[in-house]
């Protein structure tokens, strides 16, 4: 990559165009030599976590034992999480949402509506899952930047498709925060017998979350069409270099007659046959809200959705190879936020409290029960420039956030909503989940965060207010265990 010198004079796009146009191009201009991989930023944070317990008493030893203990503890969680993005992916490259693109890609009649098009697209998807709401429209800008009657800047549509996950996934039904808290089964026992249960209708439908989603979601396509330069000073996918052929998972003949059932749908019809079933049980038989808050549940309605989407076995196979490698930082990091979970809550000095403790009584100490959301949701999205999550990061706060809203009689569902809508903010411009969306894009996270970054300026103030106005009309009760 070509370095670019600290004395290196301004392009001319970042002098033209009204103010939002001009701060995007300025970040967009300084990302170019800043932004390190995001794994450094979950590695600093294990140092930062463990240096902190120490700080507070607890051994060299305790805190390593700790660290070893919490790597793996994370396991089920980590491989559901995988499983989204997988099937997430599957879904929105099979030829029925291919088709879908092709046509959502002729709706829009300028360069400008195009972008807020795909803002709004993005933001709708994620809250069904932020997976199929990141490669959907990564897509969808990709379809609408080879239509030759608009003049797309590449970089604004790519911002765009990347909204959903950093504007409203997280007060969505794919929020691993509150997939967590509903599923008992999801949570280390050290963390159940802190929060409880905490079931969805409590959380992402509580009907104050669902007002947020309404204003974040009207801000943020306003603000994607008036960051998005245009005429000639859009830069178009030709221009940054990106080839724009379809992405096509090729499916070929037979090679050999043991193969036929790998192209035949017969095999994916009896599977989602068989699966129906289940499915049918689960919401017959249930709250269709505890059904579907079940992340198990979630993740296998949307990976018997991709088989049929994609109906033969070789083409679905070929979908999730794609998908794979999409997951790689989720493998790899999740197991570190376990190891910070376990120093946080289990590493003390004998005869003393954990760092996780010290950190509930500090809240407790700075907060009031009215201020109690603005300052978790600063703090949250703070610590989320350092430890980039979709959801992991949960485990890590919530042993000491939970402890703070119970001893301030802070709604408890609530506080998830505190640090779901608080995660989200840092997403915008870490360049953590944006790794998928940017391999579909074909481009790298510094050439869509200055736009990201002209949202985040604006969400900060907007999500923190409506985090604490919001607050007081909520009622307290106590954690609900297992």
């Given at each position: 990559?070509?370095?670019?010198?600290?004395?290196?004079?301004?392009?001319?796009?970042?002098?033209?165009?009204?103010?939002?146009?001009?701060?995007?191009?300025?970040?967009?201009?300084?990302?170019?030599?800043?932004?390190?991989?995001?794994?450094?930023?979950?590695?600093?944070?294990?140092?930062?976590?463990?240096?902190?317990?120490?700080?507070?008493?607890?051994?060299?030893?305790?805190?390593?034992?700790?660290?070893?203990?919490?790597?793996?503890?994370?396991?089920?969680?980590?491989?559901?999480?995988?499983?989204?993005?997988?099937?997430?992916?599957?879904?929105?490259?099979?030829?029925?949402?291919?088709?879908?693109?092709?046509?959502?890609?002729?709706?829009?009649?300028?360069?400008?509506?195009?972008?807020?098009?795909?803002?709004?697209?993005?933001?709708?998807?994620?809250?069904?899952?932020?997976?199929?709401?990141?490669?959907?429209?990564?897509?969808?800008?990709?379809?609408?930047?080879?239509?030759?009657?608009?003049?797309?800047?590449?970089?604004?549509?790519?911002?765009?498709?990347?909204?959903?996950?950093?504007?409203?996934?997280?007060?969505?039904?794919?929020?691993?925060?509150?997939?967590?808290?509903?599923?008992?089964?999801?949570?280390?026992?050290?963390?159940?017998?802190?929060?409880?249960?905490?079931?969805?209708?409590?959380?992402?439908?509580?009907?104050?979350?669902?007002?947020?989603?309404?204003?974040?979601?009207?801000?943020?396509?306003?603000?994607?069409?008036?960051?998005?330069?245009?005429?000639?000073?859009?830069?178009?996918?030709?221009?940054?270099?990106?080839?724009?052929?379809?992405?096509?998972?090729?499916?070929?003949?037979?090679?050999?007659?043991?193969?036929?059932?790998?192209?035949?749908?017969?095999?994916?019809?009896?599977?989602?046959?068989?699966?129906?079933?289940?499915?049918?049980?689960?919401?017959?038989?249930?709250?269709?809200?505890?059904?579907?808050?079940?992340?198990?549940?979630?993740?296998?309605?949307?990976?018997?959705?991709?088989?049929?989407?994609?109906?033969?076995?070789?083409?679905?196979?070929n979908a999730v190879a794609k998908a794979v490698p999409s997951t790689a930082a989720v493998l790899i990091q999740f197991p570190l936020y376990g190891g910070i979970a376990f120093i946080l809550t289990r590493a003390a000095a004998p005869g003393g409290l954990p760092l996780s403790e010290h950190l509930a009584h500090f809240f407790v100490a700075i907060s009031s029960q009215a201020s109690f959301p603005a300052v978790m949701g600063a703090y949250s999205a703070v610590l989320g420039f350092f430890v980039p999550s979709g959801g992991g990061k949960w485990i890590i706060e919530a042993p000491y956030v939970i402890e703070a809203a119970k001893a301030l009689q802070v709604h408890l569902g609530w506080s998830v909503t505190v640090y779901n809508a608080a995660e989200a903010l840092p997403n915008l411009i870490n360049p953590f989940w944006m790794l998928p969306l940017l391999g579909v894009l074909g481009l790298r996270a510094k050439?869509?965060?200055?736009?990201?970054?002209?949202?985040?300026?604006?969400?900060?103030?907007?999500?923190?207010?409506?985090?604490?106005?919001?607050?007081?009309?909520?009622?307290?009760?106590?954690?609900?265990?297992?």
């Open positions: 990559m070509e370095q670019v010198t600290r004395a290196e004079p301004l392009p001319p796009d970042t002098k033209a165009g009204n103010g939002m146009e001009r701060m995007a191009a300025r970040v967009t201009h300084w990302a170019q030599q800043w932004f390190p991989d995001a794994y450094i930023f979950a590695a600093l944070a294990v140092v930062v976590v463990a240096l902190g317990a120490l700080a507070v008493g607890a051994p060299v030893q305790r805190v390593g034992i700790a660290f070893g203990d919490g790597f793996w503890s994370l396991i089920p969680f980590t491989m559901q999480m995988a499983v989204v993005a997988i099937s997430g992916y599957v879904v929105a490259v099979s030829p029925p949402a291919s088709k879908a693109i092709a046509w959502l890609a002729r709706l829009p009649k300028t360069a400008r509506g195009a972008v807020m098009f795909i803002a709004f697209v993005s933001i709708g998807t994620s809250l069904f899952n932020w997976a199929i709401s990141l490669v959907f429209s990564g897509l969808l800008a990709r379809a609408l930047a080879r239509r030759t009657d608009l003049r797309i800047d590449y970089r604004a549509a790519g911002a765009a498709a990347y909204l959903g996950m950093g504007a409203t996934w997280a007060l969505g039904l794919s929020s691993a925060a509150a997939q967590l808290q509903a599923n008992a089964e999801s949570l280390p026992k050290t963390l159940v017998a802190i929060t409880g249960v905490i079931p969805f209708s409590e959380t992402i439908f509580l009907p104050q979350s669902m007002l947020m989603v309404a204003a974040l979601t009207l801000v943020s396509v306003a603000i994607a069409g008036l960051s998005a330069p245009l005429g000639e000073r859009a830069r178009t996918a030709q221009d940054l270099g990106v080839a724009l052929d379809d992405i096509e998972l090729a499916l070929d003949k037979p090679a050999r007659p043991g193969e036929w059932l790998e192209y035949s749908p017969l095999v994916t019809i009896l599977i989602v046959l068989l699966g129906l079933v289940w499915i049918g049980h689960e919401f017959t038989t249930k709250n269709p809200l505890l059904a579907i808050s079940n992340l198990n549940t979630y993740n296998f309605v949307f990976i018997l959705l991709g088989m049929l989407l994609n109906w033969r076995p070789r083409r679905f196979l050439d869509v965060v200055g736009f990201t970054f002209t949202q985040l300026v604006v969400h900060v103030p907007l999500v923190i207010l409506m985090l604490w106005a919001l607050a007081p009309t909520l009622t307290y009760h106590p954690p609900v265990m297992p």
